[in-house]
């Protein structure tokens, strides 16, 4: 139903309404979930009765400035160069099209209209909400809060709050909270989303099964909050957050927020995240229908050890094996025995290649795999050649020491000028050679961020024009080179997001490739990021926070779940380890489009003694199961001679399905009540189960 005051969006299974406020000059959300939700009463009404705060402080307002909203969190934050902070608008007009909606609301005094933008994506039930801030008067102005929207979700009781926390090497761990009353807040100073939060939060009601989600689309700073309102409501407040501590408008100038995704299920946060898969699909378009090719990086065989003759003897074993992709991480441009030196300094060294580089990319194309490089454009050494011809083009306050993290600086991409030096140097090392994958690294935050030389009263915006450079330089890459496959990385899992995802093909969730730690990380992972996106290796690296033993089918079967690659050494394997690797890397092959393509469901999670992901595609009536034993593996506390049963979801409890590998044939109603069975041992610890309805 649409009226004069009042608009809904609709989507394929959601619906988004949101009115005008009879109490003031603010559109307020009036209902959002299943189609049809709209009709009745509003779950979001209020008494109207306020003691000590405002209208505008109890309504579930969609956005609204400090002055409306003095007292429980103001969207937007904004004054004038020395005046007093506050917006006092009126609404102004609306622009209704098919999946869209335009709201716009003035403020003549201080000079400032603002447009809520609302935006349906097809084919998913994800809606994007952003905001337009323009400078109307004849004075700049300050804004110190800038959100990209607020988010009302209606609860009965005590609100759980579902979110991704972690550090380095434990990045997307799931974690859970209820907030009864109060605030939550998180994010990211460090120029990136960082490894202790993602920018995704999801909210469910504890009596409901249904789930609400969000995810800010920013590649810097960040705050996500939630606040448990008076009333029965969460509203969460999200958007990036200006270094400087503001950000000036001049008279004219439009800025736009990043986009804020928001996401419902009825089907709790499993359903959700399969929401999140569908629109990362989207985000991808055509690219999402090339196959992501099994890799081998050399990473972890030779560190910075890098010359032709041991990657040639690498990229032999590897071809042998089924890889199809061989990629050549760090160490491979002069100056780079080390962490110490070389970066920026972008070029192959010829004491490593002896022959030429050009040589040795062919010899590794010449045994059937695409070639790939391992570049970190955003860093510099200090004692390259680079820094030495550009040491302004570093983040330096002047007057202050350059502190060094992990034993480089950051360049200030920000600037057209770097922007465009790194243009150049993709570009030439991807026409030169016959390079197919580039893995975009970035291993250090800005600490001292600061332009030298820069007029202060021209009011920087360093993070904004970081992130707009990074997402120039990745728009050039996509028109550029087309063919060429681009894996986002920032010390693993410090720069995941949609904006990223978007101009990427995979992601690296952590540097942590031990088998039980990286089982825990994508289990988070999967709750928000698509399968076809996640990056995973199986390598030689013992456990770092849990160092339990895994067999080489366990690694190979968690790598599986996403898109798989080898970091091993695989020189130090023996002939069986290289034939079970072949065996794998030959079913795996044949079930890639399953995982990559289908609805993913997680059965359990890795606390459990038995872990699996179900991955459906009803098209091709092929089902996939990913089982991993997490527990001890002598068989207790199990009773002996049981088998572990792993229940299967979203099966036609009619159908039957056949298991060719051993020969079984359940129906669906069998998966669905007892599930598929497992006898696990110290030397069957995970298998791949693939079913074929019949």
Not at 224 to 252: D, I, N, Q, Y
Not at 514 to 540: C, E, K, N
């Amino acid at each position: 139903m649409t009226s004069p005051r009042r608009w809904t969006l609709r989507t394929e299974n959601t619906g988004y309404t949101v009115r005008l406020s009879p109490d003031g000059p603010w559109a307020e959300l009036d209902a959002w979930g299943p189609l049809g939700v709209e009709d009745g009463p509003s779950a979001l009404d209020w008494s109207r009765r306020t003691h000590f705060i405002t209208p505008a402080d109890a309504a579930p307002a969609e956005y609204l400035p400090y002055g409306l909203r003095p007292f429980t969190g103001a969207d937007l934050v904004a004054s004038r160069p020395g005046e007093e902070r506050g917006v006092w608008w009126d609404f102004e007009a609306v622009e209704e099209a098919e999946g869209s909606l335009r709201l716009a609301f003035a403020d003549e005094v201080i000079g400032l209209r603002a447009v809520l933008c609302y935006s349906t994506v097809p084919g998913t039930d994800v809606i994007l909400r952003w905001t337009e801030l323009t400078c109307t008067g004849d004075r700049e102005l300050r804004l110190e809060r800038i959100d990209s929207a607020g988010v009302t979700v209606p609860v009965s009781g005590p609100a759980r709050l579902t979110y991704l926390t972690g550090q380095w090497s434990q990045e997307f761990q799931h974690t859970q909270l209820d907030l009864p009353r109060g605030t939550f807040t998180m994010g990211s100073h460090q120029a990136v989303p960082g490894h202790a939060y993602a920018p995704w939060l999801a909210v469910q009601d504890g009596a409901s099964e249904a789930a609400y989600g969000v995810a800010l689309e920013w590649s810097g700073n960040w705050h996500m909050t939630a606040e448990a309102e008076p009333g029965g409501a969460v509203r969460v407040r999200a958007g990036r957050v200006p270094h400087e501590g503001a950000v000036f408008l001049a008279p004219g100038e439009t800025l736009t927020t990043p986009r804020l995704a928001c996401a419902f299920s009825p089907d709790g946060l499993d359903g959700l995240s399969r929401v999140w898969h569908r629109y990362e699909r989207h985000l991808a378009g055509e690219r999402f229908h090339r196959p992501r090719k099994v890799l081998y990086n050399s990473w972890e065989a030779t560190g910075f050890d890098v010359d032709a003759a041991g990657q040639l003897e690498l990229a032999k074993v590897a071809a042998d094996i089924g890889a199809e992709l061989f990629v050549v991480d760090d160490g491979w441009f002069p100056g780079r025995a080390d962490d110490t030196g070389g970066l920026g300094d972008w070029y192959p060294d010829p004491a490593a290649f002896p022959q030429g580089f050009g040589r040795f990319v062919e010899e590794v194309r010449a045994l059937g795999l695409d070639f790939g490089l391992w570049v970190e454009p955003e860093a510099v050494s200090p004692n390259s050649r680079l820094y030495a011809e550009h040491p302004e083009w570093v983040y330096r306050i002047d007057g202050r020491p350059a502190r060094l993290v992990r034993n480089q600086l950051l360049l200030d991409l920000g600037r057209t000028d770097v922007q465009d030096f790194v243009i150049a140097t993709l570009d030439r090392l991807l026409t030169e050679h016959a390079v197919s994958y580039l893995k975009w690294d970035m291993n250090r935050p800005p600490t001292e961020r600061g332009r030298p030389g820069a007029d202060h009263a021209d009011h920087l915006d360093l993070d904004a024009q970081h992130v707009a450079g990074y997402l120039r330089v990745l728009d050039h890459l996509r028109a550029a080179h087309p063919h060429v496959t681009v894996e986002g990385c920032a010390g693993g899992g410090g720069r995941i997001e949609h904006a990223t995802l978007a101009r990427t093909d995979v992601v690296w969730p952590s540097d942590n490739t031990a088998p039980l730690d990286r089982l825990s990380i994508q289990y988070g992972f999967l709750h928000a990021h698509a399968p076809h996106v996640m990056s995973s290796w199986v390598t030689d690296a013992p456990g770092v926070f849990d160092p339990r033993p895994r067999s080489l089918a366990f690694r190979f079967v968690n790598a599986m779940c996403g898109v798989l690659g080898i970091g091993a050494d695989l020189r130090a394997w023996t002939a069986e380890q290289r034939a079970e690797a072949a065996r794998w890397i030959a079913r795996y092959k044949d079930v890639r489009d399953v995982v990559h393509h289908a609805d993913v469901r997680l059965l359990g999670t890795p606390a459990d003694p038995t872990f699996g992901v179900q991955y459906d595609d009803p098209a091709a009536g092929r089902t996939v199961v990913a089982a991993l034993s997490t527990g001890r593996l002598d068989g207790a506390p199990l009773v002996p001679g049981r088998p572990e049963r792993l229940r299967l979801r979203g099966l036609d409890p009619r159908a039957r399905y056949h298991d060719a590998e051993s020969g079984s044939t359940y129906s669906g109603a069998h998966l669905l009540h007892y599930g598929l069975p497992f006898t696990w041992s110290a030397d069957h610890d995970a298998d791949l189960v693939v079913l074929t309805r019949q």
